[in-house]
T-cell receptor, first 108, second 118 residues
Framework: GQSLEQPSEVTAVEGAIVQINCTYQTSGFYGLSWYQQHDGGAPTFLSYNALDGLEETGRFSSFLSRSDSYGYLLLQELQMKDSASYFCALRGGGKLIFGQGTELSVKP | GAVVSQHPSWVICKSGTSVKIECRSLDFQATTMFWYRQFPKQSLMLMAT?????????EQGVEKDKFLINHASLTLSTLTVTSAHPEDSSFYIC??????????????FGPGTRLLVL
């Protein structure tokens, strides 16, 4: 089967940098995605890594190490609007399997 | 990005009734859509994969006779919760899979439907 583990909550201050880690177990790996979900809203796609290394998209970056079954999402120059839940998700068999989510609280 | 809509956005119904939720891809065709359920403060749990023109594939533990899925066109999938009970109250979210010319797949999510069964 597949499983993912990420911290349940993280707190940071406005303007800071925060890293949300995700470790996973899977028999077949096709990629790791990251989604953001504001309270009561739909998940929105942030980033995707299929190969090792860093992918950068504006203030958000995502890293993957397939040998360590590990990835992280890096958020820079935090803003209040970044307060949300962040999910890592494994791609495989045409499906997405989501982690439990990390609730990020950005304080002034 | 691609836009996916859901209707209704929220619904309240009595126990024992059936509720239909629609998921539409607005500016693209989607041969594959997915249905998820999310309880408060929890993750998205995949319920089933909906394929246009064929039967849906349900995840383990999801009752196919209770959650009826129909994907009759390339832009519409429906989820019907039959004989709904209070424990079916949840946030139901659909997504549509898009494959780009690099063969990279991305799922675009609808805004969700909040179901409350009394």
């Amino acid at each position: 089967g597949q499983s993912l583990e990420q911290p349940s909550e993280v707190t940071a201050v406005e303007g800071a940098i925060v890293q949300i880690n995700c470790t996973y177990q899977t028999s077949g790996f096709y990629g790791l995605s990251w989604y953001q979900q504001h309270d009561g809203g739909a998940p929105t796609f942030l980033s995707y890594n299929a190969l090792d290394g860093l992918e950068e998209t504006g203030r958000f970056s995502s890293f993957l190490s397939r040998s360590d079954s590990y990835g992280y999402l890096l958020l820079q120059e935090l803003q209040m609007k970044d307060s949300a839940s962040y999910f890592c998700a494994l791609r495989g068999g045409g499906k997405l399997i989501f982690g439990q989510g990390t609730e990020l609280s950005v304080k002034p | 990005g691609a836009v996916v809509s859901q209707h209704p956005s929220w619904v309240i119904c009595k126990s024992g009734t059936s509720v239909k939720i629609e998921c539409r891809s607005l500016d693209f065709q989607a041969t594959t859509m997915f249905w998820y359920r999310q309880f408060p403060k929890q993750s998205l749990m995949l319920m089933a994969t909906s394929n246009e023109g064929s039967k849906a594939t349900y995840e383990q533990g999801v009752e196919k006779d209770k959650f009826l899925i129909n994907h009759a066109s390339l832009t519409l999938s429906t989820l019907t919760v039959t004989s709904a009970h209070p424990e079916d109250s949840s946030f139901y979210i659909c997504s549509a899979r898009v494959t780009d010319y690099h063969l990279q797949e991305t799922q675009y999510f609808g805004p969700g439907t909040r179901l409350l069964v009394l």
